[in-house]
């Protein structure tokens, strides 16, 4: 299986981040895996397969000119408008060499639609700023040939080492309010479900769009309230209601024709397991 892997050449931009760095850990034992760091660090500057890469004052070109890579997998943050240009520089890429690239997106790019979950073939319409952007690039990516990319669209993404589970824990710690929005309707998954989901993309050489969230939808105010409820058993925690509309809103990405095998589909309840062995 290795061998028959090894063919690859993998880019992660963004490497440093929470989920380009799980994607990396599941990746290097197949595949000649190379990322990208922002900010300086030993670990990463005594690794050679680690570039360092400011999306803001660096191009891209002498990254990919660098790795060489067969695949792109794209988990950049930083500046919208500097990750716009970068991502124009990756698509002329694209075209010029034997690549694809798998694009990270986000359930935000419907976050203009609230009445219904979304799908794969859903027309995107955003109102916020970051589901714009991400609208951009899917758009920029999709005027390319089809079998060069695949575009994977995530719901909340969980995890040990999560951005929103740290703050949970600092505000238990600091014993300050905790923002639950009760009206939104959601999916979720953790960051290992989508390494393996991504793993599975580049193993049958897959390309569209996909939507990998749960199977299942919760409330936001009451999945906050399930997960706290395993971090901490003092009562008293704050919360601070958020309402956005009166009526329940969807923010989900659910798949209905680019579907992955049972094995890698997960549960809300399967996303709360996994966080209590963390």
Known sequence: MKAFESKHRILILGASGFIGNAIYKELCAYFKTFGTYRIPKKIYENNHHFFH??????????????????????CLRGDFRAQTIAHQHIAEYLIDNDCKIIFLSSANVFDGYSKYPSYELD??????????FKIKIENMLLRLPKKKVAIVRLPMVLGSQSPRLKALKQHLQEKTAIEIFPNIIMNVTTDTKVTQQIHYIINRNKHGIF??????LVHHDEYFKDIIKQLSSKNGVVYKHVYTTNEDRYLAVLPKFNKLPKHLEITSSEVLEDLLKS
Do not use: C, F, Q, W
């Not at 890469?53 to 794209?74: C, G, Q, R």
């Open 123 to 132: 027309k995107t319409l955003s109102d916020s700023i970051y589901g714009h």
């Open 211 to 216: 939507h990998l969230g749960s199977t299942d």
């Open 53 to 74: 890469y400011n999306v803001e004052e660096d191009d891209v070109y002498d990254v990919l000119e660098a790795t060489k890579p067969s695949i792109i997998i794209s």
